[in-house]
Nanobody, 124 residues
Framework: QVQLVESGGGLVQAGGSLRLSCAAS????????MAWFRQAPGLEREFVAF???????NLANSVKGRFTISRANANVMMYLQMNSLKPEDTAVYYC??????????????????WGQGTQVTVSS
């Protein structure tokens, strides 16, 4: 089992920055593939970024050049640095982890563990 707790959301003006944190605990937390997803009202949950235990990353095209994903503290902390925020980035952001590596890193269904979510609101 892996437990995930997000923090760092809030209200920011367009063009501003926020850093989200995800604290992972559990036996396999440090070796899991981890990711950030987001879900806006009325929309499906969408992939934002993933990072492997070895540091391989991938980001959605909509956030490339603005967001950075990283891990620290023996891989039990994950971060999402969000710069140049836009109103369309407004959503609940979720931290996720895989129990075992799968062929997919961008589909919500390939992740086994989820945090409770943290709200990010970007005002225009």
């Amino acid at each position: 089992q892996v437990q995930l707790v997000e923090s760092g959301g809030g209200l920011v003006q367009a063009g501003g920055s926020l850093r989200l944190s995800c604290a992972a605990s559990g036996r396999t937390a440090s070796s899991s593939v981890m990711a950030w997803f987001r879900q806006a009202p009325g929309l499906e949950r969408e992939f934002v970024a993933f990072i492997s235990s070895r540091g391989t990353t991938n980001l959605a095209n909509s956030v490339k050049g603005r967001f950075t994903i990283s891990r620290a503290n023996a891989n039990v902390m994950m971060y999402l640095q969000m710069n140049s925020l836009k109103p369309e980035d407004t959503a609940v952001y979720y931290c996720a982890a895989q129990a075992t590596m799968t062929g997919s890193t961008t589909l919500p269904g390939s992740y086994d563990y989820w945090g409770q979510g943290t709200q990010v609101t970007v005002s225009s």
